[in-house]
């Protein structure tokens, strides 16, 4: 195994956003073996660095950051390698009337910071502003519909995924964490099957079918442990430390 990928929230960390002592130490272990680790989140850059610190990134030359879903890679220092297709005004537009004519709430993510638009009467909601407003030349790091059970996207063109309950995320189609992973591995020259991916989300099946193994927190969604090769502890049970040094230590 030369490649290990980690969805962050619910996956490597547990529910009060941390990595757990015994992972960190597994995850430290294997990247001075020469093994690198990826964290693969919905997450900007600018959140996941501190996690990075934690893990001794820099350090570890082979290990970095894949951003927004797949929307962009980091390396190990956090500067940016490569980046898919983003999200633009015109796509912003498009979502925002689809949540507003299926009284959605509707969440906009611009560099790690969010707008919230009430479409829905049953929702309390709490307004966060930009420092500055939407414009034209906008780019946007993804959309979240929230606040229902389910969520009809039939019509809408772009890479839709449930991550929790009540919570959709948008990107931009055929944008995903596995064609990611597909091109990080390849950056690296390292093949697939020497890769290996964590998560429990809708928004990791795509990883979790790509890599070599692709392994579902005991906390994913049913339908994520069925169309993964394993099923390891959950989150808040050391499960991805746990079944690395039984695979790799």
């Known amino acids: 195994m030369k490649l290990i990928f980690c969805d962050m929230d619910g996956s490597l960390l547990n529910h009060y956003k941390k990595i757990s002592p015994r992972t960190l130490e597994t995850l430290i272990k294997l990247q001075e073996k020469g093994i690198g680790v ?51 005004y015109d796509d912003y537009l498009k979502i925002r009337k689809y949540a507003k004519d299926h009284h959605y709430g509707f969440i906009v993510y611009i560099k790690n910071k969010r707008i919230m638009f009430h479409y829905n009467e049953s929702l309390l909601v709490r307004l966060l502003h930009l420092h500055k407003p939407i414009h034209v030349d906008t780019i946007f790091d993804k959309f979240v519909f929230y606040g229902c059970p389910s969520f009809d996207t039939q019509g809408l063109d772009y890479t ?90």
């Open 160 to 249: 839709c995924s449930l991550v929790d309950p009540y919570w959709l995320e948008i990107g931009p189609k055929g944008v995903d964490k596995g064609t990611m992973l597909e091109r990080i591995a390849e950056y690296h020259h390292i093949d697939l099957n020497d890769t290996i991916a964590f998560g429990n989300g809708e928004n990791d099946l795509p990883m979790l079918i790509k890599a070599g193994t692709g392994v579902a927190m005991g906390n994913a969604f049913k339908h994520v442990k069925e169309q993964s090769d394993a099923v390891c502890d959950d989150c808040d049970c050391d499960g991805i430390g746990k079944y690395l040094e039984e695979l790799l230590l």
């Open 38 to 88: 990826i964290l693969s989140s919905g997450r900007h850059i600018n959140s996941l660095k501190k996690y990075g610190n934690m893990l001794h990134f820099e350090k570890f030359p082979m290990s970095g950051y894949s951003c927004i879903n797949g929307q962009s890679y980091h390396d190990h220092l956090g500067n940016k390698i490569f980046e898919h297709e983003r999200l633009n």
